[in-house]
């Protein structure tokens, strides 16, 4: 009975007590970032030990709070801390809702606040929680964590994410660039390569890098040009008051140290090359071929980053932020030049060498005007400088073999190719946020520029190079002349021009239903002309003396002037001057193209919660495409001249729903129809020619149009602490009339683009682990470990044959796995981050791999060009002395792995080349060693 007493007596106390007791909740938002919402802000009941912090949505709520009046404290690093007096009623939820300021407090504090806010890898993950749709992001504080220096190596550190070794080309569950889109904040990017969709994301450094995410399931907001997801680039920003930063850096690439290196004649150091307003022809006769020394290959870095914020009397404020830098590479490679279809046509067995020099020169401003707590303006500008400068010498030991050959087909073919490509990119944004009431408008402009040019192309062909490694001066070799341009001088230019635009409305209805009205669309337009002067050499006999001096031998006093037998050589073009010779004269583009493409979109979803743990986003997309291209090209004869035009309407639906299991674990599923348009370049049937590949578009594509995907995902997630994670994921995609590059069975071996069949399908699942194996006092973790890994399957089916009304080719399998996509995809990172006083280190290693994949599919009786799988390790090391000095070491390609490409043959596997990689293959990169010293002042 005592018990029973007791028990009763307990209960009521605890009852009463529970009736005289009330909940505190509300949103704590950034003033001066337009009131986004505050991350992980503290909420303290003064005189007590209850407290909590905010979510990612800056949502917190603290319960069981006596009756009566308490003072509650909010803070946050950097922002001033605010004291208010609340009424707390019994049995009542009463709410407040705190915009917080940035404080006069001191310059580290200001920084610590906005990297940890907006940057980190906690926030990123809280946002992953919370997102309505299936995405992934890795922020600034995890690149430099993880060494990772630009935006490709950003990507391929996410989950079901390849990076192709020698290229920037990244893969996404198997599908690449062609399914891919690439935005930044939200506005579309122009590509800088006519062989690519999208932009080459080795070009953003990760000083303008606050986060990239990748959004895996569609949803209506986005392209319907949407396949494999959505690459986005969110650039960095700064509401602080001010600081100043400054880094250099050094390094050398293994292969490359102990080489006296050679590049471009005419190129600067700086990656700029200053004859584009000349006539090619000018160059050519005041500009010699040979390459030029450069010295000792050692990397440089340099770059700032500065920011202040002024806050005026009527309580708005302006932030501006700036950055720039600058970063060079040098790198060696040695390996085999192989051009095999059938049988083999020109081989340089490991005796193929490059000396590639790259630089990039970054610069971005932000000015961001926070006109008052609900409106705000942003002008951002990006500028990026890229070069690269590869000078190759094929057949350097006198045993390179070409079947087409004149004085020897089994030994002494030679090849030099000297080539300088630039692009220059320019992107201008004005984006903007409104509140009012429950409506809220964001909004973005944007115009992007890119002069892509490869400026003066030089190609020097030589036959019995074996005679110039002997020491008989009456025995040397002699250029190899088949055709007027085996010996030749090329020039490429690429301009466009894009203007987009995005606007979103949503409509906040209550707390359940939120509605999107949105509109997006961008105009693009690019110019592209190429043109080649071959040297014909007439002196059929000539004798090179010094193979490593052609400048002596291409002048004016050797130039063949009289239509006699005065001279070595004669320059031709192919397409003259109208009533002008084609010989000694300056004449017109070879090939040129000019595509249009405008995509305009109404779209339409709802984010509908049922209860506290359904969330469903319906949503449907209409949208226009057009897409026109005029092409003149050589290589197609009388059809090489036409116009060529697309237009559709899409009609596009998506499903997204997360069903909270509880507060630390989702369930989602996703599903959407979306399509896959042609590309430019997968078009346009110029012919690029490389030393031992050919790549071209074809017009046939646009005869289907389009091809339509099904899209279908299913991904369980568990947050279960802030920073640790454990999701598996299913996905499943089916292509109508998949579009593949393929190798044609001719004698050219030319890649092509074609829809190869009926179907293709993916099937895959992720799986992702980030683990905390030891942590400190305020439970950050000091050693922790990341890993994912993706396993799919692909399967295609081919038609026997394809007769276009351009190319046709055929194929002996009924069956294949899909172009670019490997079977499985490892990513590994362990991070040890101890402190010891003012000293900080931090040691990472970071490990990937992916397996084998069809780089391009052979037609035919040919086999398939295979991408070998590629391991890679780096090692990290951050070193942290107070709170202004880092310095920082890492060996990256630790492995120093063997990147190589084959071909399937029925006599075994065959090295080749990829018009996707390098100008060798079977290579090894060798380790590149970096130091970097940087400081906050």
């Known amino acids: 009975m005592k018990h029973i007493f007791l028990f009763f007596i307990l209960m009521a106390s605890l009852t009463s007590y529970a009736q005289n007791t009330g909940s505190i909740l509300g949103k704590l938002t950034d003033l001066d970032a337009n009131n986004e919402p505050l ?135 198997g599908l690449g660039d062609r399914y891919l889109n690439t935005t930044m904040n939200g506005l579309s990017l122009p590509s800088n390569d006519v062989n690519k969709k999208n932009i080459d994301l080795n070009l953003f450094s ?372 109208p009533s002008q010779s084609n010989t000694n004269r300056p004449g017109l583009p070879e090939n040129t193209y000019e595509g249009k493409l405008d995509i305009f979109a109404g779209y339409v979803d709802a984010e509908i919660k049922a209860g506290e743990k359904w969330l469903f986003v319906p949503g449907i997309r209409l949208e226009s495409f057009q897409q026109d291209i005029a092409f003149d090209v050589i290589n197609l004869g009388n059809q090489g001249k036409n116009t060529i035009s697309s237009y559709e309407n899409f009609y596009l639906p998506s499903l997204n729903i997360k069903y909270a299991l509880n507060d630390d674990q989702n369930l989602r599923f996703s599903a959407s129809q979306t399509v896959s348009i042609p590309e430019f370049k997968e078009v346009a049937p110029f012919v690029y020619e490389d030393i031992s590949t050919r790549i071209g578009g074809n017009p046939d594509l646009l005869d289907k149009g389009y091809s339509k995907i099904l899209n279908i995902d299913l991904k369980y997630e568990w947050f279960y602490t802030k920073s640790e994670i454990v999701s598996v994921a299913l996905f499943t995609k089916e292509i109508k009339d998949p579009v593949n590059l393929v190798v044609g069975a001719d004698a050219t071996g030319t890649q092509r683009y074609f829809r190869t069949g009926d179907k293709a399908n993916v099937y895959g699942v992720e799986v992702e682990i980030r683990k905390n194996i030891l942590t400190d006092t305020n439970d950050e973790p000091k050693l922790s470990l990341g890993f994912n890994a993706t396993y799919m399957k692909t399967e295609q089916d081919l038609y026997s044959s394809i007769d276009g009304e351009y190319y046709d080719v055929s194929f002996e399998k009924s069956e294949d796995e899909l172009q670019g996509a490997s079977p499985l995809i490892l990513n590994a990172d362990i991070n040890y981050s101890p402190t010891f006083g003012n000293y900080k280190p931090v040691a990472n290693l970071v490990f990937s791999y992916f397996s084998d994949r069809i780089d391009a599919l052979g037609s035919g009786q040919l086999g398939n060009v295979i991408e070998k799988g590629v391991p890679t390790l780096d090692f990290i090391w951050k070193n942290s002395f107070g709170e202004n000095l880092e310095i920082n070491f890492s060996i990256k390609n630790l492995l120093n792995p063997t990147i190589e490409y084959f071909r399937e043959t029925s006599l075994g596997d065959i090295a080749v080349n990829s018009a996707n990689g390098k100008g060798v293959t079977d290579y090894k990169r060798g380790m590149d060693l970096g130091l970097q010293l940087k400081y906050k002042f």
């Open 39 to 173: 991350v992980f802000a503290n909420i303290l009941i003064k005189g007590t030990i209850k407290g909590t912090t905010s979510d990612f949505d800056g949502l917190y709520k603290i319960n069981n709070i006596e009756a009566g009046i308490h003072t509650v404290i909010f803070s946050f690093v950097g922002y001033e801390t605010q004291e208010i007096e609340v009424e707390i009623l019994a049995n009542k939820d009463t709410e407040v809702n705190v915009s917080m300021k940035a404080s006069s407090a001191t310059l580290d504090e200001i920084v610590i606040s906005t990297t940890t806010k907006r940057e980190s890898e906690t926030a990123l993950l809280l946002e992953q929680k919370k997102a309505v749709e299936i995405k992934q992001s890795i922020g600034a504080e995890e690149l430099s964590r993880k060494g990772v220096s630009d935006a490709a190596g950003a990507v391929a550190k996410i989950s079901g994410v390849s990076k192709q070794e020698g290229s920037s080309n990244v893969y996404v569950r």
């Open 206 to 577: 990760s000083d303008i890098i606050e986060n990239v995410s990748i959004s895996k399931a569609y949803s209506a907001k986005y392209y319907g040009d949407f396949s494999a997801g959505n690459v986005n680039i969110n650039s960095k920003d700064f509401t602080g008051n001010w600081f100043f930063d400054a880094f250099t850096s050094t390094g050398f690439n293994t292969n490359a140290i102990d080489k006296n290196f050679v590049r471009s004649e005419g190129t600067g150091y700086f990656g700029y090359y200053g004859r584009y307003d000349h006539n090619p022809f000018a160059i050519i006769l005041s500009h010699g071929v040979d390459p030029v020394s450069v010295g000792t290959p050692i990397n440089f870095g340099y770059g700032a980053s500065a920011g202040k914020s002024f806050t005026f009397s009527n309580g708005s404020k302006l932030s501006v932020f700036a950055t720039a830098s600058f970063d060079n590479n040098y790198e060696y490679r040695k390996g085999s030049a192989v051009d095999y279809t059938l049988t083999e046509k020109k081989a340089f067995d490991n005796n193929a060498e490059e000396y590639e020099y790259d630089t990039t020169t970054t610069a971005m401003a932000d000015v961001n005007y926070r006109i008052d707590s609900d409106n705000s303006i942003k002008y951002n500008f990006l500028f990026i400088n890229n070069s690269s400068d590869v000078v190759g010498y094929f057949g350097i030991d006198g045993n390179g073999r070409n079947r087409d050959a004149i004085a020897n087909t089994d030994e002494g073919f030679y090849q030099m190719n000297v080539q300088f490509d630039q692009t220059q990119m320019y992107v201008n944004q004005l984006l903007g946020k409104h509140t009012s009431g429950k409506i809220d408008v964001d909004w973005g402009f944007g115009y992007n520029y890119v002069f892509s040019k490869q400026p003066d192309r030089k190609r020097i062909s030589i036959e019995n190079y074996q005679f110039a490694l002997d020491n008989d001066i009456d025995t040397n070799p002699v250029f190899y002349s088949n055709v007027n341009y085996d010996n030749q001088r090329y020039f490429q230019d690429i301009e466009d021009d894009e203007y987009n635009g995005r606007i979103n409305l949503a409509y906040n209805a209550n707390d359940y239903l939120k509605l999107n009205f949105g509109f997006n669309g961008r105009s693009k337009k690019r110019d592209f002309e190429n043109i080649r002067y071959g040297y014909d050499i007439v002196d059929s006999g000539y004798q090179i003396t010094d193979v490593n001096n052609f400048n002596s031998i291409f002048t004016i006093d050797n130039l063949n002037l009289n239509n006699g037998d005065d001279g070595v050589y004669e320059i031709k073009v192919i397409n003259a001057l």
